[in-house]
C-alpha cells in the first residue's frame, strides 16, 4: 500500500505561481511512476505531468513551459512548481503513484486561479 498526501493549493491571481506537494509513505520501494493530474469542473481528470524514477519527466502541453515536476528522494516527496497560471489552470490538483501492479491515488488539493 501506498498513502500520498497533497498539499499547496489555494486561492492565486492569474500570473502567479504556486507548489504543489505530494508525500509518498508505505510502500514507496514499489512506485516506479510519479504524477499529477487535475480535474476542473464538469470536466474529466486530465494528466498534467510525470516523472519516472529515473528522472524523466513528461508534460501536457499546455504546461509545457510554466510548470515544472521534480522529486525529492530523500522526502519520498514529489513537486508540481506552477508559474504563470491562467484561469483555465483551476482544478483538483491529484497526486497519483504508479506501480507495475497498481496505482494509488491522492486526495486532492483546489487550485482556484482568479482575479
Known amino acids: 500500500q501506498v498513502q500520498l498526501v497533497e498539499s499547496g493549493g489555494g486561492l492565486v491571481q492569474p500570473g502567479g505561481s504556486l507548489r504543489l506537494s505530494c508525500a509518498a509513505s508505505?510502500?514507496?520501494?514499489?512506485?516506479?511512476?510519479m504524477g499529477w493530474y487535475r480535474q476542473a469542473p464538469g470536466k474529466q481528470r486530465e494528466l498534467v505531468a510525470t516523472?519516472?524514477?529515473?528522472?524523466?519527466?513528461s508534460y501536457v502541453d499546455s504546461a509545457k513551459g510554466r510548470f515544472t515536476i521534480s522529486r525529492d528522494n530523500a522526502k519520498n516527496t514529489v513537486y508540481l512548481q506552477m508559474n504563470s497560471l491562467k484561469p483555465e489552470d483551476t482544478a483538483v490538483y491529484y497526486c497519483?503513484?504508479?506501480?507495475?501492479?497498481?496505482?494509488?491515488w491522492g486526495q486532492g488539493t483546489q487550485v482556484t486561479v482568479s482575479s
Open positions: 497519483k503513484a504508479s506501480t507495475y501492479l497498481t496505482f494509488y
Open positions: 508505505g510502500s514507496i520501494f514499489s512506485i516506479k511512476t
Open positions: 516523472i519516472r524514477n529515473v528522472d524523466s519527466t
